[in-house]
């Protein structure tokens, strides 16, 4: 079982470089998420999407897009990548608020900016 | 939004002693899960428990949903136990607002 995919698994941008993370799930879950984890903290939402088509803004939204096309991927956009984006960031799936059903994660994705 | 406190921020064990951590919430909630979070990073899910208690193995857990505060016990600690424990909250009635997640309480487990 696949579950959550994340790629890439790492990657190094020069500020002001461009370049999008990378969501799929097979689990047929309405409900992604996008959360970016600092040194020393918890994970912050970042954007969320309900299904596809839908998508909302989280805690910390400021300098990425997300869209939905399908119910299955939900890529993160970096447009113009700056140092304070240096995270690691994770994607997330769920059955949906509500749901009595726990939300399930990718291996993230760390991201460095120069 | 709400808020999440987890106690106690760092803990060092040895190896075969019990610890008990702790998260307190802010809200009522309608999801509440234990991750651990692994040397290599990755986010294992340990417990979904919005109330009760559960048992997997060496780990149990208890949410006590009407006074806002979720445990997480583990017994006779191996090594393979450290890194960071994480609680993460959906609070009632918030939509789609997501897990709002603790800071985590650090684990170190000495052979």
């Not at chain 2, 999440?4 to 509440?32: H, K, M, W």
């Not at chain 2, 009407?66 to 009635?93: K, M, N, P, W």
Request: hydrophobic share 30%.
């Amino acid at each position: 079982n696949a579950g959550v995919t994340q790629t890439p698994k790492f990657q190094v941008l020069k500020t002001g470089q461009s370049m999008t993370l990378q969501c799929a799930q097979d689990m047929n879950h309405e409900y992604m998420s996008w959360y970016r984890q600092d040194p020393g903290m918890g994970l912050r939402l970042i954007h969320y999407s309900v299904g596809a088509g839908i998508t909302d803004q989280g805690e910390v939204p400021n300098g990425y897009n997300v869209s939905r096309s399908t119910t299955e991927d939900f890529p993160l956009r970096l447009l113009s990548a700056a140092p304070s984006q240096t995270s690691v960031y994770f994607c997330a799936s769920s059955y949906g608020p509500d749901s009595n059903q726990p939300q399930h994660f990718g291996d993230g994705t760390r991201l460095s900016i120069l | 939004g709400i808020q999440v406190e987890q106690s106690p921020p760092d803990l060092i064990l040895q190896e075969g002693a019990n610890s008990t951590l702790r998260c307190n919430f802010s809200d009522s909630v309608n999801n509440l899960q234990w991750f651990h979070q692994n040397p290599w990073g990755q986010l294992i899910n340990l417990f979904y428990i919005p109330s009760g208690t559960k048992q997997n193995g060496r780990l149990s857990a208890t949410t006590v949903a009407t006074e806002r505060y979720s445990l997480l016990y583990i017994s006779s600690s191996q090594t393979t136990d450290s890194g960071v424990y994480f609680c993460a909250v959906e609070r009632s009635g918030g939509g789609a607002d997501g897990l709002t997640f603790g800071k985590g309480t650090h684990l170190i487990i000495q052979p």
